[in-house]
């Protein structure tokens, strides 16, 4: 094997991908009171999270109606069904102003009886009236059907009565199926829209992750998604409606009085004026709530994972501040959002009243002059509080509408996340013999910071390369490469002699197995721990690889064996259990390459031997990268690169390092022979 190399300072990044089949641990947890990403040393979190956007309203609600696409033979149903049925609740009031027309017509009849004869024709009584000089109830008069003498018909009234019914009756059933099939139309569509988010995540680059807090991430994915699933459950069949409402009663009170009409016509302009002004001092708080949601999870889900942590150093009085500060932020611009969206209803209400008396004034003075009959006049009384009604609606809708696109743009935003790069079709050779190659590779996690500028090295199959130097050296970036977990920006590297980025990453990391120094275990038993990087290996399989790695002795003492199920946190296993696990998940994946990071640093000492000697037998035909602190780990390595401030200075064997006297040797020497000098540290 050689190397050469020539890179500037940096940290090691050390982190997996949900799609990496033989990966042994996913993902440490998160200190408390940090805002770091999942990643060894310094990494790129210096670049920070991407800032919130304002809500782009229209576009954003286009987009979130475009999603209702594939649905759209259901929703040509529901419109269609929806126009009948508001069509039959529009003609019910003039169906009703037909009955009061007819009981206001009996009751003329029986009343006029006492001073007309029975049977007088109707158009003498009213010729009489106005030469008599009652002008005004004269025309009154002669607008409706009344037969002296007569009272009410019944039998009429009855059947006005019944079509009424029926109509109300036929449109609340067409309603109800209306509001069945969009229902189906919203859940499916969010459906997709959860299915969409989860297949981008697997596509995200890991600088992404670096980028994102988990809490504001899971925040976006899940009570974003379901602020949106609520808002157009709530809001699309009241909007359908209430549009189609207003369309409807604007014809019908065109039919009855247009001058009536005009004068409710002024509510729509006010309405929009007063919608608008107070939805564009919502929009903005409506952002910034769903921001400080997701920063409120973020400190929460943080600071509670690392909970142990925060009781050892007496934090829980700066936690319990952060979080005081967070929700107090919540509950300022939640507060905001819902108080200045909630006076559109009173507003809106106030408004259609004044309509209301208008049009109660001028009908009055129009059935009195015999301009209109009084059963129009009551439909039209129906019909301004129908038009009304729906504006309001409308207008109440702005705050569900602010809330609802604010956590659609947020969940857009990670949609129109640039993914990681396209993956290439090519394909390795079989078998993989594991020849790696660094061909003048160069890297860096910022452009503003250069990390590796020129790095060329082979590890030939078989041998085992051991990466060792302080914290930060930048030795975990090298596997990261490797994997894939971040695109070089310029060289290549080979396996086999193929470039791995012309190959599928799926296919590259098949042929890789990794263990952390910070494990992870899934919820789950240990037999499904055991077999997550190879979910179809026998169970003879599972306890070869679990007595190999020294699973099978304590597993055996647990009530339930393998049967064991192990919480999210692993809390019911010990700290160098969960290791030993996740080191037997490798030993049962059987990869080509082994990628070890201080894989044995939370067991004891004479379990550490035992694995180290399980480890090398799974190491043979195989090339292993060891990324190690404890270096008496690795003093059987083919090769030892020792790495500082981000370059390689030195190279060779254990017995070679030590005999150069060089970096390895004092590394070696402030393990096992002094405490580092003061002077020396400096």
């Given at each position: 094997?050689?190397?050469?190399?020539?890179?500037?300072?940096?940290?090691?990044?050390?982190?997996?991908?949900?799609?990496?089949?033989?990966?042994?641990?996913?993902?440490?947890?998160?200190?408390?009171?940090?805002?770091?990403?999942?990643?060894?040393?310094?990494?790129?979190?210096?670049?920070?999270?991407?800032?919130?956007?304002?809500?782009?309203?229209?576009?954003?609600?286009?987009?979130?109606?475009?999603?209702?696409?594939?649905?759209?033979?259901?929703?040509?149903?529901?419109?269609?069904?929806?126009?009948?049925?508001?069509?039959?609740?529009?003609?019910?009031?003039?169906?009703?102003?037909?009955?009061?027309?007819?009981?206001?017509?009996?009751f003329i009849g029986r009343m006029l009886a006492n001073t007309v004869p029975a049977g007088t024709p109707m158009a003498q009584v009213v010729a009489g009236l106005r030469a008599q000089g009652q002008t005004t109830l004269a025309e009154m008069l002669s607008k409706l059907s009344v037969t002296i003498g007569q009272g009410i018909d019944f039998h009429r009234l009855a059947i006005v009565l019944g079509w009424a019914l029926g109509l109300y009756v036929a449109s609340s059933l067409l309603m109800f199926l209306q509001g069945y099939l969009l229902a189906g139309v919203v859940q499916r569509s969010m459906y997709r829209l959860r299915q969409d988010i989860s297949d981008k995540i697997s596509r995200l680059p890991l600088s992404y992750f670096d980028k994102q807090p988990r809490g504001e991430l899971l925040s976006r994915v899940?009570?974003?998604?379901?602020?949106?699933?609520?808002?157009?459950?709530?809001?699309?069949?009241?909007?359908?409606?209430?549009?189609?409402?207003?369309?409807?009663?604007?014809?019908?009170?065109?039919?009855?009085?247009?001058?009536?009409?005009?004068?409710?016509?002024?509510?729509?302009?006010?309405?929009?004026?007063?919608?608008?002004?107070?939805?564009?001092?919502?929009?903005?708080?409506?952002?910034?709530?769903?921001?400080?949601?997701?920063?409120?999870?973020?400190?929460?889900?943080?600071?509670?994972?690392?909970?142990?942590?925060?009781?050892?150093?007496?934090?829980?009085?700066?936690?319990?501040?952060?979080?005081?500060?967070?929700?107090?932020?919540?509950?300022?611009?939640?507060?905001?959002?819902?108080?200045?969206?909630?006076?559109?209803?009173?507003?809106?209400?106030?408004?259609?009243?004044?309509?209301?008396?208008?049009?109660?004034?001028?009908?009055?003075?129009?059935?009195?002059?015999?301009?209109?009959?009084?059963?129009?006049?009551?439909?039209?009384?129906?019909?301004?509080?129908?038009?009304?009604?729906?504006?309001?609606?409308?207008?109440?809708?702005?705050?569900?509408?602010?809330?609802?696109?604010?956590?659609?743009?947020?969940?857009?935003?990670?949609?129109?996340?640039?993914?990681?790069?396209?993956?290439?079709?090519?394909?390795?050779?079989?078998?993989?013999?594991?020849?790696?190659?660094?061909?003048?590779?160069?890297?860096?996690?910022?452009?503003?910071?250069?990390?590796?500028?020129?790095?060329?090295?082979?590890?030939?199959?078989?041998?085992?390369?051991?990466?060792?130097?302080?914290?930060?050296?930048?030795?975990?970036?090298?596997?990261?490469?490797?994997?894939?977990?971040?695109?070089?920006?310029?060289?290549?590297?080979?396996?086999?002699?193929?470039?791995?980025?012309?190959?599928?990453?799926?296919?590259?990391?098949?042929?890789?197995?990794?263990?952390?120094?910070?494990?992870?275990?899934?919820?789950?038993?240990?037999?499904?721990?055991?077999?997550?990087?190879?979910?179809?290996?026998?169970?003879?399989?599972?306890?070869?690889?679990?007595?190999?790695?020294?699973?099978?002795?304590?597993?055996?003492?647990?009530?339930?064996?393998?049967?064991?199920?192990?919480?999210?946190?692993?809390?019911?296993?010990?700290?160098?259990?969960?290791?030993?696990?996740?080191?037997?998940?490798?030993?049962?994946?059987?990869?080509?390459?082994?990628?070890?990071?201080?894989?044995?640093?939370?067991?004891?000492?004479?379990?550490?031997?035992?694995?180290?000697?399980?480890?090398?037998?799974?190491?043979?035909?195989?090339?292993?990268?060891?990324?190690?602190?404890?270096?008496?780990?690795?003093?059987?390595?083919?090769?030892?690169?020792?790495?500082?401030?981000?370059?390689?200075?030195?190279?060779?064997?254990?017995?070679?390092?030590?005999?150069?006297?060089?970096?390895?040797?004092?590394?070696?020497?402030?393990?096992?022979?002094?405490?580092?000098?003061?002077?020396?540290?400096?």
């Open positions: 094997m050689s190397t050469t190399t020539s890179t500037n300072p940096t940290a090691d990044a050390t982190q997996t991908s949900p799609d990496t089949p033989k990966v042994a641990n996913e993902r440490p947890q998160y200190g408390p009171g940090s805002r770091r990403g999942p990643m060894g040393g310094h990494g790129p979190m210096g670049m920070g999270r991407p800032g919130e956007k304002a809500v782009n309203f229209l576009p954003s609600l286009k987009r979130l109606l475009h999603r209702l696409t594939p649905e759209r033979p259901l929703i040509a149903a529901v419109i269609l069904m929806a126009t009948i049925g508001v069509a039959f609740s529009v003609i019910g009031p003039k169906v009703l102003g037909r009955a009061t027309d007819i009981l206001f017509s009996g899940t009570n974003d998604i379901d602020n949106i699933s609520q808002t157009l459950q709530q809001t699309l069949s009241q909007l359908l409606n209430s549009l189609l409402t207003l369309v409807g009663v604007l014809i019908m009170m065109f039919w009855v009085s247009w001058q009536l009409a005009l004068i409710s016509l002024l509510i729509v302009p006010i309405s929009g004026v007063i919608a608008m002004l107070i939805g564009k001092q919502s929009q903005k708080r409506f952002a910034q709530m769903w921001k400080s949601t997701g920063d409120l999870n973020a400190q929460v889900e943080e600071a509670y994972t690392g909970h142990a942590l925060v009781k050892v150093f007496g934090r829980h009085r700066e936690v319990e501040s952060v979080f005081a500060l967070d929700n107090d932020k919540l509950f300022r611009s939640s507060f905001g959002a819902q108080f200045i969206s909630g006076l559109i209803m009173p507003v809106m209400f106030f408004v259609g009243n004044l309509n209301y008396v208008a049009i109660a004034v001028l009908g009055g003075l129009k059935v009195a002059s015999g301009q209109m009959q009084i059963g129009d006049v009551q439909a039209f009384i129906q019909y301004s509080r129908m038009f009304t009604q729906p504006i309001t609606q409308v207008a109440s809708m702005a705050n569900l509408l602010q809330s609802g696109v604010a956590s659609a743009e947020r969940v857009f935003e990670v949609l129109d996340a640039t993914e990681q790069v396209r993956e290439e079709q090519g394909a390795l050779p079989t078998p993989v013999r594991g020849r790696v190659e660094f061909d003048h590779v160069r890297f860096s996690y910022t452009p503003d910071q250069h990390l590796i500028q020129d790095l060329s090295l082979v590890a030939e199959p078989g041998e085992t390369v051991a990466i060792v130097g302080p914290t930060g050296a930048g030795k975990t970036t090298l596997v990261n490469l490797l994997m894939r977990f971040y695109e070089i920006d310029g060289g290549r590297i080979t396996l086999d002699g193929v470039d791995i980025a012309s190959v599928p990453r799926n296919t590259l990391r098949a042929q890789l197995g990794m263990v952390l120094q910070d494990t992870w275990l899934f919820n789950g038993t240990i037999r499904e721990n055991l077999a997550y990087g190879r979910p179809d290996a026998t169970e003879e399989e599972i306890h070869a690889a679990a007595t190999a790695a020294y699973v099978d002795r304590f597993v055996h003492s647990l009530p339930d064996g393998y049967d064991t199920v192990i919480d999210e946190e692993g809390s019911n296993v010990s700290a160098g259990e969960k290791q030993l696990i996740t080191i037997a998940r490798a030993f049962l994946a059987d990869p080509t390459l082994l990628i070890l990071d201080e894989a044995t640093s939370s067991v004891d000492t004479r379990t550490e031997l035992l694995v180290q000697r399980a480890m090398a037998n799974l190491r043979t035909n195989r090339t292993s990268f060891v990324i190690a602190h404890r270096l008496s780990t690795i003093r059987d390595a083919d090769l030892i690169l020792v790495m500082e401030h981000g370059d390689i200075v030195e190279q060779g064997t254990h017995h070679e390092l030590l005999e150069a006297r060089g970096p390895y040797y004092d590394l070696y020497q402030s393990q096992f022979n002094a405490p580092i000098d003061e002077e020396d540290a400096a």
